[in-house]
């Protein structure tokens, strides 16, 4: 039985009581009608179901597993597809895609959940179905721009973010002369390489530094040297969907440790969002050219919130628990505003 489907028009009094924006902004928890009225447009789009592909190493994952609930809990077929798994067939009359030796129809909506160590096969993968027509959440070129902290903080820079100071250079001499531009000792040095775990290294003398310049630098591994931002009152996680802010965690070390990525070592409390928080994550969200995010900043106790990293496939779960905010849903809701558009030109 094909879904239903349905075009821009007038909206009928049954339609009219919900009333989001792009990203399915508004409240949250109330989103689960299938019909949405797209705010910028002024237009009324009705949903029509559509078909998601959530491409992800395995549906167990706690993020890939949310985003399976929400997009069923609106109706919507979903299938989640490991990018190892899915073949390309390219030729002079184009191109093809398989999953598990079958060729496939392609989906309306893919959301990449590519893990960094599959980024070099998985990106062309999600090239491949943007290139058929789906709608991707979030594009191979952004995603692949972002998990180099260099490229995604050249971006921000040029354009005004305000960012730690950073410098990359290829030799540790070069490196060791442009310790006072970042603000002197101690620095961060940060792996450019492309795997799950990054890391950071915290340098707190010059001969710190030196030995860890000579370890990265002696394995052919590329880095950055970051100022590090000792004054930092916070340290921000902002969730963007479709260019809204739309929930923010702090994050807080445990005692002695630096690190206060996600999953690993962190306890997340729930905060508002100030007005220049959300603007300066919205921006970076923009510049970025990503529809899902989320971008990590150090906020100071005064002066501008400063952008350190944006995360292409950033974890549901955890946030979700600290705020409260179905950010699974305004996923999915946001790609069946895009699905609507695409579909109707808008
Ligand atoms: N410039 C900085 N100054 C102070 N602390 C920082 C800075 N950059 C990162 N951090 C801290 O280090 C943690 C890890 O850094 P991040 O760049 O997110 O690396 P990764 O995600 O690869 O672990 C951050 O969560 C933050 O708390
Ligand atoms: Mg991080």
């Not at 630098?217 to 921000?236: C, P």
């Not at 959300?278 to 969200?285: F, G, N, S, Y």
Request: hydrophobic content about 45%; glycine content about 8%; proline content about 6%.
């Amino acid at each position: 039985m094909s879904p239903p489907v349905w075009g821009p028009g007038r909206c009928s009094r049954e339609f009219s009581g919900l009333a989001i924006g792009p990203a399915g902004a508004a409240n949250l928890r109330d989103t689960r009608s299938p019909r949405i009225r797209e705010a910028p447009s002024r237009r009324c789009y009705t949903m029509r179901l559509v078909n998601v592909v959530v491409l992800s190493r395995s549906r167990s994952i706690p993020s890939t597993k949310r985003l399976v609930e929400a997009a069923r809990a609106r109706g919507h077929t979903v299938r989640v597809m490991s990018p190892a798994h899915v073949a390309v067939h390219l030729d002079r009359k184009g191109s093809r895609l398989r999953y598990r030796q079958k060729v496939i129809k392609v989906p309306d909506v893919v959301i990449p959940r590519i893990a960094a160590s599959i980024a070099s096969y998985g990106l062309p993968v999600v090239e491949q179905f943007a290139t058929h027509g789906a709608v991707v959440m979030n594009s191979a070129r952004a995603i692949g721009q972002s998990r180099n902290p260099a490229r995604c903080l050249q971006r921000l820079s040029a354009h005004g973010i305000d960012i730690p100071s950073t410098v990359m250079a290829r030799d540790a001499a070069e490196m060791k002369a442009m310790v006072p531009l970042v603000g002197g000792v101690p620095v961060l040095v940060k792996l450019l390489t492309g795997s799950e775990r990054r890391g950071v290294m915290l340098c707190e003398t010059e001969q710190s530094l030196e030995a860890a310049l000579e370890a990265v630098l002696g394995l052919g591994h590329n880095l950055v040297m970051q100022e590090y931002v000792r004054k930092a009152g916070r340290d921000l996680r902002v969730f963007v969907v479709g260019g809204q802010a739309l929930a923010a965690v702090s994050r807080v070390a445990r005692p002695g440790r630096l690190s206060r990525t996600l999953s690993r070592i962190a306890r997340l409390e729930s905060c508002t969002l100030t007005p220049e928080v959300k603007a300066t994550a919205e921006a970076a969200a923009k510049l970025c050219e990503l529809e899902v995010c989320a971008v990590d900043l150090l906020a100071p106790r005064s002066g501008a919130p400063r952008v350190f990293e944006v995360n292409a496939s950033p974890a549901l779960p955890d946030m979700e628990e600290a705020t409260g905010v179905d950010l699974a849903t305004a996923i999915i809701a946001r790609a069946e505003a895009l699905a609507s558009r695409k579909e109707f030109g808008g």
